[in-house]
């Protein structure tokens, strides 16, 4: 007997010391999984695991398959974390911890049916199950979702108020503003103290566009963390107050890297002299350590670039050892903004792997260069690029508006026709570049597709439409069309400055100057727009009215330009000698309108003169002697045009297009002035030359349809 009990303690105790044993092992394992993870030793978690796997995952805690799923999120290894949920299926219903865990890798690695069809199969879903599942729609930009989910829950506890917010933030619509004004009225005053929930509710109401109640609330927030300060700051970057933001960053003792960032935003946005000194000067003021992180660099060289400071930012790109995606992106975009495509594309070549970013960017500066030459390497590039980047709406857009630009017309119409998602930037890329090809038509076409294909407009499609309308200049067409624009879309500045160029060019200047004259403080463009539209049609004095009356900083090439013309137009040569006169830079294009004008005036000694003043440090322009030439024509003198053709002939010997253009106008010249003869002599040597006339297209709408017709010019 004993023997028996011996035997039996002795057993017992070693059944003991083995579930000693492995729970022991367990918790080491859950820690040191834990470790790894915390070090973002993901990898190494997961294979840690996997050692001790086997077919014991049974007998694994919660914990340790917790430790397992978060190494599979951050890897974004989503077939062996659904391997991980196979063994321990079974145990799902009555863990929560897994639950969670599991929902959480889904939504993460975007399998959001499987995260659906688990949170949907569990009975007792806690707090932790509705906040991974609201936090996987946000990242998923399903904020809807994860505020109708946000609504079954009877008691929220601060996360999921907190998640909530996340989500009305991603929204930003009024709709979201008026969730979030009735939610934030119901939370307790306890939970006011917690700083990360208000950070997220200013954020919300920041990017919902409610800067005053968000201004109210950090203003009555006793403590004010640096979370809080950020979302304020980024808030008023949104919503184009950055200068609000500048003024807030002071009031910051220690900021840290992501106020800095966001000061760096700011100083991007506004693009001044100013903004650039306090880019340097605070540059100069960090700390060493912060230099490493890539963001902070890559937000610097951002600011550098908007604010002009080109040398700058090469200088600083040049001497940072670790160059990642987003600093070869931020130089780029700023080489592209500063009108150096070709640096920019020099500066792709020197990339290894390209993201859809750096591509995008690319087919950005091609458009910009327009050339030939951009033309070869945007097919090029576009042939070589992975077939998931044919996906992305955005790359696809970009790539049309290059093709456009570099005049693939062809090319651009097939992929736009291939492309079975099509989103409105598309139908913009297209417009604006039948718009540069002088191709309204094409431009209403597709407008009247997206009618057909009930797609609603948007601001710049309409902006392309108005274009395409100044282009034509039919009355009748610009009525019928403009009815269609949704009266939300008038308070627009670039719509309104569009439509009084359009309405100008269709010879209902009355139409123009009412909506100028409803602007409370118009801008560059704006004046410009009315000026030529006055100046369109002959009505000159009303222009030069109107120019006196321009701020003085808004005189720039393009107003010169506009007010000669109206000018040249009414026949105001005194008026435009003395503005011709006070311009302090003339450029090449202000010189050519004035001696236009001159010429329209037969003062042909005086444009002579005003010539050779131009030329006097400036190489010769056949646009120059092309107005004589036009003059000339115009009185029928030949033996003017006869004179500068020969001239012409000796300064562009090189040149054969505006040679070409110079002896059609000779021979219409000769032909107008009875010496018919010579016209034909002129014409036969062209056609012998083998230099091809320009073709020109001339429109008219009849009873609604346009009619385009080609022209030799």
């Not at 304020?232 to 949104?238: H, L, N, T, V």
């Not at 951002?302 to 600083?316: F, N, P, Y």
Request: aromatic share 8%.
């Amino acid at each position: 007997m004993l023997i028996k009990l011996l035997k039996y303690y002795s057993l017992s105790l070693v059944v003991s010391v083995k579930r000693s044993a492995t729970i022991q092992s367990g918790v080491n394992l859950s820690y040191q999984m834990e470790l790894l993870n915390d070090n973002k030793q993901f990898k190494k978690a997961l294979e840690l695991f996997e050692d001790h796997t086997k077919n014991s995952t049974k007998t694994f805690s919660s914990s340790i398959i917790t430790q397992a799923l978060k190494a599979c999120t951050h890897l974004g290894d989503l077939e062996r974390g659904k391997t991980i949920h196979q063994l321990i299926s079974s145990r799902t219903k009555d863990d929560f911890y897994i639950t969670t865990s599991l929902i959480h890798l889904y939504m993460q690695c975007y399998d959001l049916a499987s995260a659906e069809l688990l949170f949907d199969t569990t009975a007792k879903k806690k707090l932790s199950i509705y906040g991974a599942m609201m936090k996987g729609y946000i990242k998923n930009k399903q904020a809807k979702k994860a505020i109708d989910l946000f609504n079954q829950i009877d008691k929220p506890d601060e996360i999921t108020i907190n998640l909530f917010f996340n989500a009305c933030a991603q929204l930003g619509t009024p709709e979201a503003l008026n969730l979030v004004n009735q939610v934030s009225n119901k939370i307790p005053k306890l939970f006011y103290s917690n700083s990360i929930l208000i950070a997220s509710l200013l954020d919300a109401l920041m990017k919902c566009g409610d800067v005053k109640h968000a201004e109210l609330l950090f203003d009555k927030s006793k403590i004010r963390v640096l979370s809080m300060y950020g979302a304020m700051m980024k808030g008023y970057i949104k919503n184009n107050k950055a200068k609000k933001a500048i003024d807030l960053f002071d009031q910051i003792k220690n900021p840290n890297e992501v106020v800095f960032i966001l000061l760096f935003n700011a100083c991007a946005q506004l693009r001044t002299l100013e903004a650039l000194n306090l880019v340097k000067q605070i540059s100069s003021e960090i700390p060493k350590s912060f230099h490493s992180n890539s963001s902070l660099i890559t937000s610097l060289l951002d600011a550098l670039m908007k604010c002009g400071d080109v040398q700058h930012a090469e200088s600083l790109f040049d001497k940072s050892k670790i160059k990642v995606p987003s600093m070869y992106g931020a130089m780029m975009k700023g080489y592209i903004q500063n009108n150096k495509a070709k640096k920019a594309i020099d500066l792709f070549s020197q990339i290894k792997n390209p993201n859809d970013i750096i591509i995008n960017l690319l087919f950005n500066a091609c458009a910009q260069l327009g050339t030939p030459e951009a033309l070869n390497l945007v097919n090029r590039v576009s042939n070589t690029i992975q077939k998931l980047f044919h996906s992305n709406s955005i790359l696809i857009t970009s790539l049309l508006d290059a093709l456009m630009k570099c005049g693939d017309v062809k090319h651009a119409k097939s992929l736009f026709d291939k492309t079975t998602n099509k989103i409105l930037p598309m139908y913009g890329a297209m417009m604006n570049g039948f718009n540069l090809e002088n191709n309204p038509e094409e431009t209403l076409n597709l407008f009247n597709k997206m009618k057909v294909d009930n797609i609603e407009g948007s601001i710049v499609v309409f902006l392309c439409v108005i274009k395409a309308l100044s282009q034509i200049g039919d009355y009748s067409l610009c009525q019928s069309i403009i009815k269609q624009i949704p009266n939300s879309f008038f308070v627009n500045t670039e719509i309104q400055y569009a439509l009084i160029d359009m309405w100008g060019k269709s010879g209902h200047v009355d139409l123009a100057k009412e909506i100028f004259e409803k602007l409370s403080q118009p801008n560059q463009v704006e004046y410009t727009n009315m000026i030529n539209g006055y100046g369109l049609n002959g009505m000159g004095i009303r222009a030069i009215e109107l120019y006196y009356k321009m701020p003085k900083e808004f005189l720039d090439d393009a107003i010169y330009v506009c007010i000669l013309n109206a000018c040249s137009h009414s026949g105001l040569v005194q008026e435009a000698r003395s503005i011709f006169e006070s311009i302090e830079m003339k450029t090449e294009k202000v010189y050519g309108v004035m001696i236009d004008c001159l010429s329209r005036a037969s003062l042909f000694d005086e444009a002579e003169k005003v010539i050779d003043e131009y030329e006097y440090d400036h190489s010769p322009s056949s646009s120059m002697y092309m107005a004589v030439l036009s003059g000339a024509r115009n009185i029928k003198n030949a033996g003017l045009s006869q004179k500068t053709y020969d001239h012409m002939k000796k300064l562009f010997s090189q040149s054969t297009n505006p040679l070409t253009s110079a002896a059609v106008l000779l021979a219409n010249t000769y032909a107008s002035s009875g010496d018919i003869e010579k016209a034909s002599n002129i014409r036969n040597e062209l056609h012998k030359s083998g230099q091809k006339k320009k073709m020109g297209l001339t429109s008219t709408v009849v009873n609604g349809e346009f009619y385009v017709s080609l022209q030799l010019q």
